[in-house]
């Protein structure tokens, strides 16, 4: 009964670690850029196998695909500086003459109830 118990713990126990090692496939292939449902059922298959395969792979490209343009390709690959108006790669941070920020500013929605207030107008009254 004893030896019988025994071996029911140890097969459980070799259970949770092929699924944590399932996950923890699922877990390397996102931080790898690779896809996680194929690892994760990898992992399920072939253990800590697929997992030590995952861990020797270089970087993926991109998951799922190139899903949004690239910004170093087209015709907006370089900005203006709103400040001095030099032209700067669209990657750079910073302006290259004056060393403005680049960030692009977001801009949030307007409340519902309040009237908008058109900054042109706003501007023509102080002038």
Do not use: H
Not at 45 to 64: D, E, H, Y
Not at 66 to 94: A, M, Q
Not at 112 to 117: D, K, M
Request: glycine share 8%.
């Amino acid at each position: 009964m004893l030896v019988m118990l025994l071996v029911f713990l140890a097969v459980f126990l070799l259970f949770v670690f092929w699924v944590w090692m399932s996950i923890a496939s699922a877990v390397v292939a996102v931080n790898k850029n690779r896809n996680p449902l194929l690892w994760c059922i990898a992992g399920l298959v072939a253990g800590p196998f697929a997992f030590m395969l995952l861990t020797k792979l270089s970087q993926g490209n991109t998951m799922f695909g190139n899903l949004s343009p690239s910004l170093d390709e087209g015709e907006n690959s370089e900005r203006k500086c709103s400040t001095c108006g030099v032209t700067n790669y669209i990657r750079n941070k910073y302006c290259n003459k004056c060393g403005v920020s680049l960030a692009l500013q977001r801009v949030a929605p307007p409340k519902l109830g309040q009237q908008s207030i058109d900054r042109n107008d706003e501007k023509d009254g102080l002038e």
